[in-house]
């Protein structure tokens, strides 16, 4: 699979992580720490779908435990502060961007029960190839949550 959107994406949401006087969502929302954090959960749940897919399993994806805040919480106590956070997602989507790009086109096609809430609302309850699963990434997932941090800046 071809990376380069995908990475791309992630370089504008850590630029967008790196803005000084980021603040709370005027909408009670999650603030960076936590679109971070989800970003995070995301990423590797996708690369072990991914995993999966190639050593002949056939997970599902289902980003429910992404948005949970206590699993969002729980990760980002285990970081010191948000340079620290914003470090391990960046090597977690660089781990993504190499799996994905080691995937061939028999890998990318398999289709993948996919399960994607957004809040409480379904976005989706249904099968899709691999490939459509990662480069939904860098099509909306990425783009709307570095959206969300610029949305944060005071």
């Known amino acids: 699979m071809d990376t380069t959107a995908l990475r791309a994406a992630y370089e504008k949401l850590f630029d967008a992580a790196a803005t000084p006087g980021l603040g709370a969502a005027a909408d009670g929302g999650w603030n960076a720490d936590q679109v971070l954090a989800h970003v995070l959960s995301v990423d590797a749940a996708v690369a072990a779908v991914a995993l999966g897919v190639v050593s002949g399993a056939r997970p599902a994806f289902d980003n429910r435990v992404a948005l949970d805040p206590a699993n969002l919480a729980r990760i980002i106590a285990g970081h010191a502060g948000r340079a620290d ?70």
């Open 85 to 154: 956070l914003a470090r391990h997602v960046r090597s977690q989507a660089a781990i993504l961007c190499d799996i994905a790009g080691s995937l061939d086109e028999q890998a990318a096609s398999v289709q993948v029960p996919a399960l994607l809430m957004s809040g409480d609302a379904l976005v989706l309850d249904q099968p899709i190839p691999l490939a459509a699963l990662i480069d939904g990434l860098a099509a909306d997932h990425v783009p709307v949550h570095t959206r969300q941090i610029l949305a944060l800046k005071g």
